[in-house]
């Protein structure tokens, strides 16, 4: 009984999103067991950062998370080949890839005013390749997944280059005011680390010391490591040789929706989350 009680306790800190994530009752987001999860860097990269070093600190980042479920999970997580493919989301009838893109331009700056995009479509950062999410975000993981069962389909990262500086270094941390790709800015394998974290179905954290937390000012490197609630995240929830864990049983669907997270380095700036339904939008 003390063993349980403890058990608890440890799961209570890992935070999972949820198809509703302002409704803590409804469904957690999660992949099917056994699932091959790849990501697919965009050809592309981000032409700002030096020598391609940001392919590598990606590598390390789902190296990272690889190694954790290698050690007590059923999912296994690989970079992929990289592909020239830049849009977001799950395309029904098509073959989808789950894709990591360094967007280099602002969606205010190149979509026209009064295109479509900017209404219900949303869809101005496909439609001409550019950052149409909050300007103090990092990075943004949009996750497509069945609102009735919460089983993800699809998750793909953005990365806000017109906003941020990206670095790949491990140090100095830059001076304030000072930012450049010679000093530890908003750091690659940081961000991805945590927005790893958001594609296998992590929400964020309330502890400021998790690799989930909700800020990352410039200069930090901490979430390139996982602290002990996020990494055991993987092993409770995809245990191997079990099924995958979800909050509850709720019928199969074919009703798609699509989730959002992601993270803002600003100097004192928050971590941000936002979700979204195929058919209607929230953000939070």
Not at 47 to 73: H, M, V, Y
Not at 98 to 103: E, T
Request: hydrophobic share 35%; charged share 20%; proline share 6%.
């Amino acid at each position: 009984m003390i063993l349980q009680v403890a058990l608890t306790i440890a799961l209570s800190q890992a935070v999972r999103s949820r198809v509703d994530d302002k409704n803590p009752d409804s469904q957690c987001l999660w992949w099917p067991e056994d699932t091959a999860i790849q990501l697919r860097l965009s050809a592309d990269g981000n032409p700002l950062t030096p020598a391609d070093t940001e392919f590598a600190a990606i590598g390390r980042a789902i190296t990272t998370w690889q190694t954790k479920l290698n050690s007590c999970s059923s999912l296994t997580l690989a970079e992929g080949a990289r592909t020239g493919a830049r849009q977001v989301g799950y395309f029904d009838k098509q073959a989808n890839e789950n894709i990591a893109v360094f967007r280099l331009r602002r969606c205010s700056e190149v979509a026209p005013a009064g295109d479509a995009c900017h209404g219900e479509a949303d869809n101005c950062g496909n439609q001409y390749d550019c950052w149409q999410h909050q300007e103090a975000a990092i990075a943004i993981t949009t996750t497509s997944f069945n609102p009735q069962t919460g089983r993800i389909l699809d998750s793909d990262i953005e990365y806000n280059s017109p906003t941020f500086t990206f670095s790949t270094v491990d140090s100095p941390p830059c001076p304030a005011g000072q930012l450049s790709t010679n000093c530890v800015a908003a750091d690659v394998q940081n961000t991805t680390t945590h927005e790893l974290g958001h594609l296998l179905g992590l929400g964020h954290s309330p502890a400021a010391s998790s690799t989930m937390g909700t800020r990352a000012n410039p200069g930090e490197l901490s979430k390139r490591v996982l602290d002990a609630d996020t990494a055991q995240f993987v092993c409770d929830v995809y245990p191997r040789g079990r099924p995958a864990q979800t909050c509850f049983l709720t019928p199969v669907s074919s009703q798609l929706g699509k989730s959002a997270s992601g993270c803002t380095a600003a100097p004192g700036g928050l971590l941000l989350a936002l979700a979204a339904l195929l058919l209607r939008r929230r953000r939070g």
